[in-house]
C-alpha cells in the first residue's frame, strides 16, 4: 500500500513483481529451492554442468537461485526437458513421456510447515506431478506434491503421517495457472491458491512430524518413474515455513508476469 494524504491505494501487483525477488524469500536462511528458466546463465545441458544452454536445447541441470544449491539435474539425456520461449517469457518444456528433473535429498526436518510456488501449463488433463518431495508422498511421511488431475483438477497435498489434498476441478487443459500451496503439518493448515485466489482450504488431521530429507522431484514421480507432466513450467519456487500474506501476494505476482497469466 502507498499513501496519498491520508488515502490508500493499493499498489498494482505488476509494479510489486517489478520490484520483487524471489531471493528475499530466502534471506533468513529458510531451506528450499528457487528455479528459473528466463536466466540461461543458470542452465546447462548436461547434469554436470556442463554445455551451456540456448533456447531450443535439452536442460540436464538448472541451478537453484535460492542459495541452498539444490540443483535439479537429468542424467539421462532422452529424459531432459528443453528450454523453450514464446515472446518475452521462458519455460522448461516437459514432453509428458519421460522428461523429469530431480534434487539430491533436501533435508527439510527442521520444520513441518512448507510453501510451494508454481508457474506452469499443462496440456492434458491427465494425472501428473508438478513437483513432489519423496519418491511418493502414498509411501513416504513428511512429503507434499503438487498435482494436476484428469478431472480439471490442480491440487496441493501435505502429509506428515496423514495425506491431506487441496483441490479443485475448475481448470481444464490447456490452461497456464499460478499456484501456490502453504502447509503446516501441526497446525492442520493446507491452502491451495490458483491464479491469486483460494480454491482448497481443508483443516484435516494431517499427522505429526516435520517434513522429510528427501529429492525434490519435478515434472514426474521419481524421477520419472510415472505421473510425468505434459506442459510447461515457468518458474518454481519450494520454500520450509508458510509464507505471509504480503510474500505470497508478492511471489504470486512475479510468477504472473513471468508465465503471461493475468491475476
Known amino acids: ?32 529451492a528457487w528455479y528459473d528458466p528466463s536466466d540461461l546463465s543458470s542452465m ?7 554445455g551451456a544452454v540456448s533456447v531450443d536445447d535439452p536442460v540436464g541441470y538448472i541451478q537453484d537461485k535460492s542459495g541452498n544449491g539444490n540443483h535439479a539435474i537429468q542424467a539421462t539425456s532422452s529424459k ?11 519455460y522448461l518444456e516437459f514432453d509428458g513421456a519421460e522428461d523429469a528433473l530431480q534434487t539430491s535429498a533436501i533435508d527439510f526436518t527442521g ?4 510453501s510451494v510456488f508454481a508457474a506452469c501449463r499443462k ?4 494425472n501428473m506431478v508438478v513437483a513432489e518431495l ?19 483438477l ?3 497435498s501435505s502429509k506428515g503421517t496423514n495425506i491431506v489434498n487441496g483441490s479443485t476441478t475448475s481448470f481444464s487443459a490447456p490452461v497456464t495457472s499460478v499456484l501456490t500451496g502453504t502447509s503446516d503439518i501441526s497446525a492442520d493448515q493446507l491452502t491451495l491458491r490458483v491464479d491469486g485466489s483460494v480454491e482448497g482450504n481443508p483443516s484435516t488431521d494431517q499427522g505429526t512430524g516435520n517434513y522429510g530429507n528427501y529429492a525434490l522431484n519435478i515434472g514426474a514421480r ?5 505421473l510425468l507432466f505434459d506442459g510447461n513450467i515457468y518458474r518454481l519456487i519450494v520454500r520450509n515455513t508458510v509464507s505471509s500474506a504480503a510474500e505470497i501476494d508478492n511471489a504470486e505476482g512475479y510468477m504472473a508476469t513471468k508465465s503471461g497469466v493475468t491475476l
Open 134 to 152: 519423496s519418491s511418493s508422498i502414498s509411501s513416504n511421511n513428511g512429503s507434499f506434491r503438487l498435482f494436476a488431475g484428469s478431472s480439471n
Open 1 to 32: 500500500m502507498i499513501g496519498v494524504g491520508a488515502t490508500l491505494f493499493r499498489v498494482p501487483t505488476a509494479y510489486g513483481a517489478a520490484k520483487f525477488s524471489p531471493k528475499s524469500l530466502f534471506a533468513n536462511g529458510e531451506e528450499g
Open 123 to 126: 496440456d492434458q488433463n491427465a
Open 222 to 226: 521419481n524421477d520419472g518413474a510415472s
Open 44 to 50: 546447462f545441458q548436461n547434469s554436470d554442468g556442463t
Open 80 to 90: 531432459r526437458p528443453h528450454l523453450r520461449q514464446a515472446g518475452s517469457l521462458y
Open 111 to 114: 520444520g513441518d510447515q512448507m
Open 154 to 156: 490442480w491440487r496441493y
